[in-house]
């Protein structure tokens, strides 16, 4: 007769769940994307006030910030400026006037690549070396991202959020880099693509400040004064995150991470 034993596995358990255990900590994002399939960044928010977020990205150009800056600073308005560090490093003079001017710095990245195409350890390094270009000219804390190009996944964000950042997006979009004339960018914020979804409270408007976009110049006092005639108030994307109740997409709604870079 012959006897069968069955010798415990106990050894190689063990050492697969060490395996397990060095994946998860080393590639922990990555594993955070694949069992989360509902990060979202943050599109618009809800509020019980008036208040609209302004939003300019800039990238590259000098001949449309300045006037951009002189339009807001007559018309007694504050926004967010999401920058590129390398734009910023170049153009020091105008950033600070921004920050004078009382209106919020945000990150528009280093390169403008699509960070989702990048690992983790790529998006921390251009978050980061983008972080410590911005907080160095302006003193402020930088805590909100728009990646270039809107370009996200659960990677992008689960690492913007480790390092302190919330990433922002955007509800209405005046579609001003395409050049389209004045008054199409005046017609796309006032009455949204499609028609009927224009600015209100909560919504949080997309414009550029680059060279790119020429035809903001016209068209930002107009929408300006035609959104405080339905007295609604344009305000800096923290202001407005500040009176929300919740943001949109429900699964934008992540509690904040201790920052662990630079502050």
Do not use: C
């Not at 950033?95 to 280093?110: C, L, P, Y």
């Not at 344009?234 to 202001?239: D, E, F, N, R, T």
């Amino acid at each position: 007769m012959k006897f069968i034993v069955f010798k415990r596995p106990a050894l190689r358990n063990a050492m697969l769940w060490a395996i397990l255990l060095f994946v998860v900590l080393a590639y922990r994002e990555n594993v955070i994307a694949v069992f989360s399939s509902k990060l979202k960044p943050i599109y618009s928010a809800e509020v019980t006030t008036s208040e609209i977020g302004l939003t300019f990205d800039i990238s590259w150009g000098e001949k449309t910030p300045e006037p951009i800056l002189d339009i807001l600073q007559e018309k007694g308005v504050k926004a967010t400026f999401f920058l590129s560090s390398p734009w910023a490093a170049k153009h020091e003079d105008l950033v600070k006037r921004m920050v004078a001017d009382g209106h919020e710095i945000a990150s528009h990245g280093n390169r403008h690549i699509d960070l989702n195409t990048l690992s983790p350890g790529e998006i921390e390094r251009e978050i980061m070396s983008a972080h410590e270009v911005l907080q160095q000219i302006t003193g402020q804390k930088i805590s909100l991202l728009r990646p270039p190009n809107g370009a996200y996944d659960n990677k992008l964000i689960s690492v913007s959020q480790r390092l302190g950042y919330q990433v922002i997006q955007w509800s209405v979009d005046s579609l001003d880099w395409k050049r389209p004339g004045p008054e199409a960018v005046i017609h796309n914020v006032l009455n949204g693509l499609p028609n009927g979804h224009g600015a209100g409270p909560g919504d949080i408007i997309l414009f550029h400040a680059s060279d790119s976009a020429p035809d903001t110049i016209k068209a930002l006092p107009v929408v300006i004064d035609q959104l405080r005639a339905k007295n609604y108030q344009l305000v800096p994307v923290s202001q407005l995150l500040k009176s929300a109740t919740k943001t949109w997409p429900p699964e934008s709604n992540l509690p904040p991470l201790e920052q662990t870079g630079s502050s």
